[in-house]
């Protein structure tokens, strides 16, 4: 089983930026897709952007499309999200999941405790 750990969020203001990193424990991405995911309390997980190591081209939600790029570096086995323009919206536990497919969280296999972002006014 791989072992995620999200790191990067914290507290700013509305257009400001963060960048969220996500370390695995071996090279999740060669093997299937990673992905990005939010979630506020009393609503279900939600896809923000997706990455597979096997080719295709990165997943974007429309939510997040223009602001937020994702990317890996193989080297160091590390999953990033660059977040730009932060709306209060974005305010979220944000998970790192591995072993998936699209934008879909309960095809993940694998998840991270998560990394909470809060965006104020």
């Known amino acids: 089983q791989v072992h995620l750990v999200e790191s990067g969020g914290g507290s700013v203001q509305a257009g400001g930026s963060l960048r969220l990193s996500c370390e695995a424990s071996e090279d999740a991405y060669k093997s299937s897709c990673m992905g990005w995911f939010r979630q506020v309390p009393g609503k279900e997980r939600e896809g923000v952007a997706r990455?597979?190591?096997?080719?295709?081209?990165?997943i974007i939600a429309a939510s997040a499309k223009g602001r937020f790029t994702i990317s890996h570096d193989p080297a160091k086995n590390v999953m990033y999200l660059q977040m730009n323009s932060l709306k209060p919206d974005d305010t979220a536990m944000y998970y790192c999941?591995?072993?998936?497919?699209?934008?879909?969280?309960?095809?993940?296999?694998?998840w991270g405790p998560g990394t909470q972002v809060t965006v104020s006014e």
């Open positions: 999941g591995s072993g998936g497919s699209g934008l879909a969280a309960r095809t993940y296999k694998n």
């Open positions: 990455l597979c190591g096997r080719g295709g081209t990165p």
